[in-house]
């Protein structure tokens, strides 16, 4: 059964910092993993689609990257500022089947 | 741009009761996802419909069913309510599943059960 760890749970850096959160996962044979930020009582908003076969995707101040053979992600956040601070959630796709598997996220604060 | 329409986006109800959540997909979306996430939890998918066929089915509960109709929206119907079944229900739609789509999320319904 796939399982989704995201290390740290919580994370508070001052505005200006560089970051990166780390996502795991303890099957490989993943399709693709998809990065999202969750707004308190909101939904989910997609920001990073990886495909299995890609190292890294990027959109403005965000970067993700895969390494499949590890079961890792990460996702790197440059120039962090307040409107960043949500929480963060990776997850990943099997082959075969379209549902995600969710981490439980990382809890993001940037301080003004 | 269009996103994913849920409704309502507050519902109360009392326990053994029924409820119809709606989803409205993005304009040439043909798959649309569920998912519950409970208070602190990650999102667990519960099933999903691919041009109104069901494509997958995760834990959904036996007293849960769900469709998708010839437009696409899809609606998850909920009896017997439990306390349990408080939480904030996902509606996600893509474009194909197995597309290397990204799926898009709802606003979500956020469902109590007193």
């Known amino acids: 059964k796939q399982e989704v760890t995201q290390i740290p749970a919580a994370l508070s850096v001052p505005e200006g910092e560089n970051l990166v959160l780390n996502c795991s996962f303890t099957d490989s044979a993943i399709y693709n993993l998809q990065w999202f930020r969750q707004d308190p009582g909101k939904g989910l908003t997609s920001l990073l689609l990886?495909?299995?076969?890609?190292r890294e995707q990027t959109s403005g101040r965000l970067n993700a990257s895969l390494d499949k053979s590890s079961g890792r992600s990460t996702l790197y956040i440059a120039a962090s500022q307040p409107g960043d601070s949500a929480t963060y959630l990776c997850a990943v796709t099997q082959g075969g089947s379209e549902k995600l598997v969710f981490g439980k996220g990382t809890k993001l604060t940037v301080n003004p | 741009a269009a996103g994913v329409i849920q409704s309502p986006r507050h519902l109360i109800k009392e326990k053994r009761e029924t409820a119809t959540l709606k989803c409205y997909p993005i304009?040439?979306?043909?798959?649309v996802y569920w998912y519950q996430q409970g208070p602190g939890q990650d999102p667990q998918f519960l099933i999903s419909?691919?041009?109104?066929?069901?494509?997958d089915k995760g834990s959904i509960p036996d007293r849960f069913s769900a469709q998708q109709f010839s437009d696409y929206h899809s609606e998850l119907n909920m009896s017997s309510l439990e306390l349990g079944d408080s939480a904030l229900y996902f509606c996600?739609?893509?474009?194909?599943?197995?597309?290397?789509?990204?799926?898009?999320f709802g606003d979500g319904t956020r469902l109590s059960i007193l």
């Open positions: 304009p040439r979306h043909d798959t």
């Open positions: 419909f691919y041009e109104k066929m069901q494509s």
């Open positions: 990886i495909q299995s076969s890609q």
């Open positions: 996600a739609s893509s474009l194909s599943p197995l597309s290397n789509q990204p799926q898009h």
